[in-house]
């Protein structure tokens, strides 16, 4: 009785996995066929891993409370992983460029509020009411592929959008900090490294030069 009761739950979680994996083969089709369409606007070849989406989500969860906003949320890799830290799907704002992927975080995340728009016009495509009202931002904008005056228009367009405590957290595939923290007055401060990605990444926390920088929890 108590054999048949655990084999039955282990064709189940097997059944699970199966259906994960093809959701997540799925998702890693769907990110391709965007890069083949738009490269550099992708930056990447596949979306974040688990690992890195992981480390990310933890750390938007932390401590702050309040709406959350994503930018570049691709196929919904940091944006599954955020929810999982325990950030509520309702306080999520999501800015994606691609309305092919937005289509897609819609159907993930049907509670988050999506908004196919362009970055640089961050402030004028957010509920008004929003502007200048998140404590913590996610970034997955390519910024290294950008020219510099539009990665510089999307921080000055973030730094709007951000209350005067509020954190930036971005990540890269480069050793060095993808933003001039000086251009933009903001403290910077490399919060994690995840070598179990593709590539290999880090993770830098900004937050407005005046606003004491916090410890990671
Ligand atoms: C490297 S992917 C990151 C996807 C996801 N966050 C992840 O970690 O797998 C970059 C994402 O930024 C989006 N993007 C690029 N330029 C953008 C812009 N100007 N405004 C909004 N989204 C943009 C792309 O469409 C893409 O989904």
Same mark, same amino acid.
């Given at each position: 009785?108590? &054999?048949? =009761? *655990?084999?039955?739950?282990? !064709?189940?979680?097997?059944?699970? %996995?199966? /259906? ?42 932390? &401590?702050? =409370? *309040?709406?959350?906003?994503? !930018?570049?949320?691709?196929?919904? %890799?940091? /944006? ?138």
């Amino acid at each position: 009785m108590a &054999g048949g =009761r *655990g084999l039955r739950r282990s !064709i189940i979680r097997m059944q699970e %996995s199966k /259906t994960a994996k093809r959701s997540r083969l799925a998702e890693h089709a769907l990110f391709l066929k965007q890069v083949i369409r738009n490269p550099r606007a992708m930056g990447s070849i596949v979306p974040s891993t688990r690992y890195l989406s992981r480390v990310i989500g933890r750390l938007a969860a932390t &401590g702050l =409370r *309040g709406p959350v906003l994503e !930018i570049g949320a691709g196929t919904g %890799s940091v /944006t599954r992983a955020m929810i999982h830290a325990g950030i509520a799907p309702e306080q999520l704002h999501i800015v994606e460029l691609n309305r092919g992927l937005c289509r897609h975080l819609q159907q993930q995340f049907p509670q988050a509020t999506v908004i196919t728009a362009d970055a640089t016009r961050l402030s004028a495509c957010l509920p008004p009411e929003m502007v200048g009202k998140y404590r913590m931002v996610v970034s997955g904008l390519p910024l290294v592929n950008m020219p510099r005056e539009v990665s510089e228009a999307i921080i000055d367009e973030i730094k709007t959008c951000m209350t005067a405590d509020g954190r930036l957290l971005q990540f890269t595939y480069l050793p060095f900090s993808p933003l001039s923290e000086s251009r933009h007055a903001l403290t910077a401060r490399r919060i994690a490294w995840v070598l179990r990605n593709v590539p290999p990444a880090t993770v830098w926390q900004y937050q407005n030069a005046g606003a004491a920088l916090e410890e990671p929890a």
